[in-house]
C-alpha cells in the first residue's frame, strides 16, 4: 500500500540510497508490519495520532518529528520518554532503515512510523494533536529558486501551528545560517508563535538530552556550528480542523 504511492509524490529529497542487505531488509521488514503507519486514502481526513498506539499504553502525550533522518533523536526522546508516543516521519528509506533496526534492537515500543512525505499527513491530524513537534536540519536548499522546496513556508508554519496546543513547542534547528534566518524569519510571522526568552538568549547550547546526529556530526567536521530554537505556542488562533 505504500510503495505504491512512493515514486508520485512531490518530494524534493532522497529516497533511497543503495540496497539494503538481507540482515537489514528482515530488521527493515519486522518494523515496518507493527509499527508503520499506512498511507491515508481521500477518506482519511482526520487521523488520531493516539490511535497509532495501544490502548494498554497509556501514553501522556504525542510527539511529532518530521525528517527524523537516521532517527537518533527520535530513538533518545522514546526510551528517554516511554509513558510519550512519538511519530517520525521521513521518506528516506535508508534513514527509516536504520531506525527500524535500533527500534527492534533496543526493544522499543513506543514509535510509529510514516515513512513517506510529511506533506501527506499533517493535515490529517486534528488540531492540537502533538505537544511537541521537533524538525532538526531540514534541508536547506541553498540556491535562491530553490527556498520554495524548504519545509519551513508561512503555510506550513501555519500548518504545523495548528497541530500543537496552547503552550506546545515547534523544536527547531539548523548549521545553515541563512537557515536559521529563514525560520527565525517564517515562525515568528505566524502570531500564534514565541520565541521562547531561554533559547534566544542562548540559542548555541543543545538542549538537555541532545544526541548528536549523523548529520549534525557532518556539520561539524565541515566546521559548522549549529543553532536550536524553540517557539512556543501562545495563542490557539486559528487552531481549527481544516479540511484536507
Ligand atoms: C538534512 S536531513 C536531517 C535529518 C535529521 N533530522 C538529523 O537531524 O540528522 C533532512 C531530512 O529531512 C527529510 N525530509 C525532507 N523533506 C521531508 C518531508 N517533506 N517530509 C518528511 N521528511 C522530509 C529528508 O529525507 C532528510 O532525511
Not at 508503520?36 to 497509556?58: L, V
Not at 504525542?62 to 530513538?75: C, R
Not at 533496543?106 to 490529517?124: F, H, T
Amino acid at each position: 500500500m505504500l510503495k505504491k504511492t512512493l515514486e508520485d509524490l512531490h518530494f524534493y529529497g532522497r529516497r533511497r540510497s543503495r540496497r539494503m542487505h538481507n540482515h537489514r531488509q528482515t530488521q527493515f521488514d519486522a518494523v515496518a508490519e507493527r509499527f508503520f503507519i499506512p498511507a491515508p486514502t481521500e477518506n482519511d481526513t482526520s487521523i488520531d495520532p493516539r490511535s497509532f498506539f495501544t490502548t494498554e499504553q497509556k501514553l501522556d502525550d504525542v510527539w511529532l518529528e518530521i525528517g527524523f533522518g537516521h532517527g537518533e533523536h527520535i530513538i533518545n526522546q522514546a526510551q528517554l520518554n516511554p509513558q510519550i508516543g512519538l511519530v517520525g516521519i521521513e521518506p528516506f528509506i535508508n534513514g527509516i532503515a536504520s531506525a527500524a533496526i535500533a527500534i527492534q534492537e533496543k526493544s522499543i515500543e513506543n514509535i510509529r512510523i510514516y515513512p513517506d512525505d510529511a506533506m501527506q499527513m499533517i493535515n490529517r491530524f486534528p488540531a492540537a494533536s502533538f505537544s511537541r513537534i521537533f524538525l532538526f536540519f531540514p534541508d536547506p536548499w541553498p540556491k535562491v529558486r530553490h527556498h520554495k522546496r524548504r519545509f519551513i513556508q508561512t503555510e506550513t508554519v501555519a500548518m504545523l501551528a495548528r497541530l500543537l496546543p496552547e503552550g506546545g513547542t515547534l523544536h527547531l534547528a539548523t548549521d545553515i545560517p541563512d537557515l536559521a534566518d529563514w525560520m527565525i524569519m517564517h515562525v515568528l510571522e505566524n502570531p500564534q508563535f514565541t520565541w521562547t526568552a531561554e533559547r534566544q538568549s542562548d540559542w548555541t547550547t543543545p538542549p538537555q538530552n541532545w544526541v548528536t546526529t549523523k548529520y549534525q556530526h557532518k556539520a561539524i567536521r565541515e566546521g559548522r556550528s549549529s543553532v536550536y530554537l524553540d517557539f512556543v505556542k501562545t495563542s490557539a488562533a486559528d487552531a481549527k480542523d481544516i479540511t484536507v
